[in-house]
Each structure stands twice: as structure tokens, then as C-alpha cells.
């Protein structure tokens, strides 16, 4: 195995494992097909480079984190001869386990089963990491700011760790509370921060007041849990369609980035309402009354459609969620118009291919149109 330190034009260092090989399982078609699906779904940011999927390139997450990392793989795919290259900040993350990662791909018997192998043991690098010692501040420095404390009012203080170098405030405006995290040093100033931050809070006041308009009076679908700083909704226009807006913070009211999502002889006349009414669009009146102006349409709230005969759910799976993903692709047939997961196309795909190599014919249509 070979891990690597990215460092821009500087040198790239390289460890060989010279472990005896392992045997690694045969795979078939179907097999193979089963094993891509699962690293799909289960690393959705780790994909293959090449037809013969020799070159695996992309992200692993944990702790909420995102780490490069590079696999190349021999011609026979087996992961004793493979090479891993890492972005220096994985590198870092795994010091002091680079033996522990060298003898998960001597024993993992595919790749899915190294990756996470490989994630299990990034996790556990990162959660053994110590917190550097933080030299304490002089008196005066607790003093001022138990003073700015107090000038604030306690009920801002969410939260203050044993060194005082993090505090937590929240503020409240237009019922909405909202919090800050401040690192701070000796010469800040918690009451200036503070206030610019209450300045920051007022001016995004007309974007919340938007957002929770759209939230209340229509069907969401993305984000399912919208937080504060969530500029896109996905919003239902009626059975398999849907409109995405990409809102401006700094200018709430004028007309967002739109993109319909749906089969083209329903999408196609929502896009033509749109550019022959665009001259309606009034910076006065709210976001929502204005999408209804423009389209020509009521937006159909979440209660009435559920009692009828709108589904939003996969064609293939008959759910609507798959591991945090909802339905974004959709049949261009006038007559069905059914919605898919990305995830179930792409497993019917492959395993379809593999039944097809089987026979000798690789060639796999698809009338599937991606939204």
C-alpha cells in the first residue's frame, strides 16, 4: 500500500506494504454489480475513473469532515497490490495508524468492505486527537469580561468553556433565536462583537421573513429541516413536479434563481408563463405572491394533496427517503411521469448490464430523464 502527502509541487513520500497477500474472493457480474451499488450508496463522493474501474477517486466523511483520497487498484482488482493515496489532511488525520489501514486492505475481501474499514478507523483516529493546551489569559482579561457579560445581560449566555475562550450568545429577533460562537482573544471586545452581530441579524430579517412564508404555505420537499442559512427550496407544483428557487439573502424580494423539475411537457409550460410574465414581478409584494402571480398557479398545500392521489414516491423502492435521498429523476413518458431515486436507476442499470454481458449485449437504453 502506498499513502501519499499531497503538498503542492513538493515531493510525494511512499510506504510499500510488504505483507505476504491475502486471497481475496471471486466476484461474477451480478456480484460486482451488488458491490458498486453498495460504494455508491454508502460513499456517494467516492467514485470510479475509468471503464475498468481500476482508479477510484474522491471524499471519505467523518466527524463531519471531508478527506481526498485516491485508490488505484491492478488490473485484477485486488486490493493487496492496490496503492492509496491521501490528501495531506488525511494523512495527518491517520498518523500513527497507517499499519492499522495497511492491514485492513490486506484483509478486506472487496472494496466496500476496506472503505469501511478505512472510515471506522479514520473515526477513531479523529476522536483520539487531543485539544492543544491554551496558555490561560492574564486577570484583567476575566475581569473586562465578566463585565461585558454583565453590560449584555446573562440571559445572552448560552454557554462558556472552563478557559473562557469560547462563549456562546443567542439573540432573539422577530421571535427567532439565533446563536453565535465567539473565540476569543485578550484585546476583543465582547460588546462590540455583539453588536455586530445583532447589525448582521437585522439585515437578513426581510430573507427569514421570506423563507418562513414559502415554509408555512407550501409543500417543501428539500430541505425536509431547513435551517437559517438554507437558501434553496425545492417546492411541490403538483403530482411528480416541482419548482427549485435559489433565494438572494440581500435581496429576498427580487426574482430567485428558478429551475423546474419534472417531465418536459409539464415543465414546459410553467417556463413559458414565466418569461411572458416576468414584467409582473414586483419587489413590493413577497417572493410567494409574486411565484403565484408570475406562474399563473396556487401552490397546493401539503394537507390537500396528501388526501389525494399525489405520490412523490421512487417507482422502484415505492419510498419516498433512500438513505437521505428523495426522487430526482423522473420519466419523460406523458403517460407515466414517475418519479426515481438516482441510486435505484443506477442499480437496475448495472444489473441489467450484468445479465446482458452474460449474453454477449452491453447495450442498455434509457428513457429516463435526469431533473
Not at 99 to 125: G, N
Not at 235 to 257: A, C, F, K, Q, Y
Amino acid at each position: 500500500m502506498y499513502v501519499s502527502q499531497a503538498q503542492g509541487a513538493g515531493k510525494t513520500a511512499h510506504v510499500r506494504d510488504q505483507r505476504p497477500p491475502v486471497p481475496q474472493r471471486c466476484h461474477g457480474p451480478r456480484a460486482m454489480a451488488e458491490t458498486e451499488a453498495t460504494l455508491l450508496r454508502q460513499f456517494p463522493l467516492f467514485l470510479p475513473q475509468n471503464r475498468s474501474k481500476t482508479v477510484y477517486e474522491g471524499f471519505i466523511s467523518a466527524q463531519g469532515r471531508d478527506f481526498h483520497l485516491r485508490l488505484l487498484l491492478p488490473k485484477d482488482l485486488q486490493l493487496r497490490n492496490a496503492r492509496l493515496l491521501c490528501s495531506w489532511q488525511l494523512k495527518t488525520a491517520l498518523n500513527g495508524y497507517h499499519h492499522i489501514v495497511q492491514q485492513r486492505m490486506q484483509q478486506s475481501p472487496d472494496l466496500v468492505s476496506f472503505m469501511m474499514e478505512l472510515k471506522m478507523v479514520l473515526e477513531a483516529a479523529l476522536k483520539n486527537k487531543k485539544e492543544p493546551y491554551v496558555l490561560p489569559s492574564p486577570p484583567k482579561f476575566y475581569s473586562s469580561l465578566i463585565g461585558e457579560i454583565r453590560t449584555l445581560g446573562w440571559d445572552k449566555l448560552v454557554y462558556v468553556d472552563p478557559c473562557f475562550s469560547t462563549i456562546k450568545l443567542k439573540a432573539d429577533v422577530s421571535g427567532r433565536e439565533h446563536l453565535i460562537t465567539v473565540k476569543l482573544k485578550a484585546k476583543s471586545s465582547l460588546i462590540s462583537i455583539y453588536t455586530q452581530f445583532l447589525t448582521a441579524l437585522e439585515s437578513l430579517k426581510t430573507f427569514w421573513d421570506v423563507m418562513d412564508e414559502i415554509d408555512e404555505k407550501t409543500w417543501v420537499l428539500e430541505p425536509e429541516k431547513p435551517t437559517r442559512s438554507a437558501t434553496a427550496r425545492r417546492i411541490v407544483l403538483g403530482n411528480n413536479v416541482s419548482i427549485n428557487i435559489e433565494v438572494d439573502p440581500r435581496h429576498p424580494t427580487m426574482l430567485p434563481e428558478c429551475c423546474f423539475l419534472g417531465a418536459d411537457h409539464v415543465v414546459k409550460p410553467l417556463g413559458i408563463r414565466l418569461s411572458r410574465n416576468i414584467h409582473l414581478w414586483d419587489p413590493e409584494n413577497s417572493l410567494l405572491q409574486n411565484l403565484k402571480d408570475v406562474l399563473e398557479i396556487d401552490f397546493p398545500a401539503r394537507a390537500i394533496l396528501e388526501k389525494s392521489d399525489f405520490s412523490m414516491d421512487c417507482g422502484i423502492c415505492y419510498a419516498y427517503q433512500l438513505d437521505g435521498a428523495i426522487p430526482d429523476q423522473v420519466c419523460d413518458n406523458s403517460q407515466c411521469g414517475q418519479s426515481f431515486h438516482y441510486i435505484c436507476l443506477y442499480e437496475v442499470k448495472i444489473k441489467i448490464s450484468a445479465r446482458l454481458d452474460s449474453v454477449g449485449n452491453t447495450h442498455v437504453k434509457s428513457k429516463i430523464k435526469p431533473v
